[in-house]
Nanobody, 125 residues
């Protein structure tokens, strides 16, 4: 069994920063990419950012480009999300995910095979 555990969420004022971390444990597996999704109350889970270990490509949804940065360690199946200039609309539960398959991009939920339980990020105005 593979577990992904997120940490680093919390309450921050608009304009502030948070750094989310996600680490895999349990059964050893090889991932091709890891990513972050978020889900706000009453909304569907949406893609935020991903990093592909093959080629080191990173992907971002338009609303976070220039504010968020994804990084990680392939060998440790660990991924981070540095979130700067946070806005109230960034408030959501943030989920870490890992993919064990090679794709051309990783912006769709169905390309991920493992998910964390989520960490709450609340940005106050």
């Amino acid at each position: 069994q593979v577990q992904l555990v997120e940490s680093g969420g919390g309450l921050v004022q608009a304009g502030g920063s948070l750094r989310l971390s996600c680490a895999a444990s349990g059964r050893t597996f090889s991932s091709y990419a890891m990513g972050w999704f978020r889900q706000a109350p009453g909304k569907e889970r949406e893609f935020v950012a991903a990093i592909s270990w093959s080629g080191g490509n990173s992907y971002y949804t338009d609303s976070v480009k220039g504010r968020f940065a994804i990084s990680g360690d392939n060998a440790k199946n660990t991924v981070y999300l540095q979130m700067n200039s946070l806005k109230p609309e960034d408030t959501a539960v943030y989920y870490c995910a890992a993919s064990r398959a090679l794709y051309s991009d990783y912006q769709q939920r169905n390309k991920y095979h493992y998910w964390g339980q989520g960490t709450q990020v609340t940005v106050s105005s």
